[in-house]
């Protein structure tokens, strides 16, 4: 029979490794500082859509930092998968600056046969999502372009 301060051990190293996999659980599911309890549902969503938005090729971002591609038509999902994740400073940075751009410019609609979009998702009343066509660079729609050219950045670095 083993002593009792072998039993305390191997109790404590049980202890330890128990908590060390909590602590690597809740770290890979945990959200970045910058993220509040109120935007803790947050979905960035970005993309190309044909005019009627029937096919919906594009990437959301969670506040987790997963990354994943998608393909919808409308407002139904058809293919989602996990592609990657950001790591806590880019996710905030990229936060803040889709903030600031639906700040900026809070609607913004141009019809094209091909379109891009940037939508932010905040179940269960906010969506937010902004329209252009990808041939003119306007005024109007530079934030988001700024945006969407930032978002693709970070998602060509996970490959």
């Not at 969503?45 to 591609?69: M, P």
Request: glycine share 6%; charged share 25%; hydrophobic share 40%.
């Amino acid at each position: 029979m083993p002593s009792p301060i072998a039993q305390l051990s191997r109790r404590a190293i049980a202890r330890a490794a128990s908590a060390i996999g909590v602590a690597l659980l809740l770290a890979c599911r945990s959200v970045p500082p910058c993220v509040t309890p109120t935007l803790e549902a947050l979905t960035i969503r970005w993309g190309e859509q044909d005019s009627l938005g029937l096919d919906v090729r594009g990437y959301e971002l969670r506040t987790t930092g997963e990354l994943f591609a998608y393909r919808a038509s409308g407002d139904s999902l058809r293919e989602r998968v996990r592609i990657g994740r950001l790591d806590a400073q880019l996710y905030c940075t990229l936060l803040q600056q889709t903030l600031q751009a639906f700040r900026q410019v809070p609607a913004f609609h141009v019809p094209a046969a091909q379109q891009r979009f940037v939508e932010y998702v905040l179940p269960p009343v906010t969506r937010k999502r902004a329209v252009w066509n990808p041939r003119y660079r306007t005024h109007g729609n530079e934030p988001l372009w700024e945006l969407y050219e930032q978002l693709e950045r970070a998602r060509t670095a996970q490959r």
